[in-house]
């Protein structure tokens, strides 16, 4: 279920190298990666990507805003390493395999004929991609990574899945709500702008 395909007949490449190409083909043309590089039974590439993305967003935030570091027990930097380690490692993981079952769950009324799981995971753990920049204290800068996460969701359910833009974004409302609004700071940037 989580095993890396094939680069030579679908699925992404390994490695950094794999990662920043990923990156750029999602941000560039997210429709042309969605239909060519999702595959099933390939999560793992996905799976590393997102915590790569969720890793240089919190890490960035904690070197940016000095009031985020989490501080127990007047240890600052031990603490601020195993908040970072849990979030990419534990939290992460897990946040996005409970959000693909709630996105499938979804996408029932939407289309019988949907791909399966494995492929919600991808989509879910590629459109983090913008997000990278999300840990950057500009309210603007962080409004434009979730919006372009979130447009980009909707195209990654919408080729995947096979389904029209206005439904894959029906369906993914929710998804796009809890990972771009809550998740990545979209809805406090927007506050603190208005």
Same mark, same amino acid.
């Given at each position: 279920?989580?095993?890396?395909?094939?680069?030579?007949?679908?699925?992404?490449?390994?490695?950094?190298?794999?990662?920043?190409?990923?990156?750029?083909?999602?941000?560039?043309?997210?429709?042309?990666?969605?239909?060519? *590089?999702? =595959? #099933?039974?390939?999560? $793992?590439?996905?799976?590393?990507?997102?915590?790569?993305?969720? @890793?240089?967003?919190? %890490?960035?935030?904690?070197?940016?805003?000095?009031?985020?570091?989490?501080?127990?027990?007047?240890?600052?930097?031990?603490?601020?390493?195993?908040?970072?380690?849990?979030?990419?490692?534990?939290?992460?993981?897990?946040?996005?395999?409970?959000?693909?079952?709630?996105?499938?769950?979804?996408?029932?009324?939407?289309?019988?004929?949907?791909?399966?799981?494995?492929?919600?995971?991808?989509?879910?753990?590629? *459109?983090? =991609? #913008?997000?990278?920049? $999300?840990?950057?204290?500009?309210?603007?800068?962080?409004?434009? @990574?979730?919006?372009? %996460?979130?447009?980009?969701?909707?195209?990654?359910?919408?080729?995947?899945?096979?389904?029209?833009?206005?439904?894959?974004?029906?369906?993914?409302?929710?998804?796009?709500?809890?990972?771009?609004?809550?998740?990545?700071?979209?809805?406090?940037?927007?506050?603190?702008?208005?």
């Amino acid at each position: 279920m989580t095993q890396w395909v094939d680069p030579g007949t679908r699925g992404r490449e390994k490695g950094p190298i794999g990662l920043v190409q990923s990156w750029i083909a999602v941000m560039v043309a997210p429709r042309r990666f969605f239909s060519r *590089a999702v =595959a #099933p039974g390939d999560q $793992a590439p996905g799976l590393v990507f997102l915590l790569v993305v969720v @890793a240089i967003e919190e %890490g960035s935030r904690y070197l940016l805003v000095p009031a985020a570091r989490p501080v127990v027990d007047s240890q600052p930097m031990a603490t601020t390493v195993v908040v970072l380690l849990v979030t990419v490692l534990l939290v992460a993981p897990l946040g996005l395999h409970l959000l693909a079952a709630l996105q499938t769950i979804l996408l029932w009324p939407i289309t019988a004929d949907r791909a399966g799981i494995s492929e919600t995971v991808q989509v879910l753990a590629y *459109a983090t =991609a #913008p997000c990278v920049f $999300a840990g950057v204290p500009i309210p603007a800068v962080t409004i434009a @990574a979730a919006g372009y %996460g979130a447009i980009v969701l909707g195209i990654g359910l919408a080729t995947v899945h096979d389904v029209e833009y206005h439904q894959a974004l029906v369906a993914g409302a929710i998804p796009i709500a809890l990972v771009y609004g809550v998740v990545f700071g979209g809805f406090d940037a927007i506050s603190l702008l208005v």
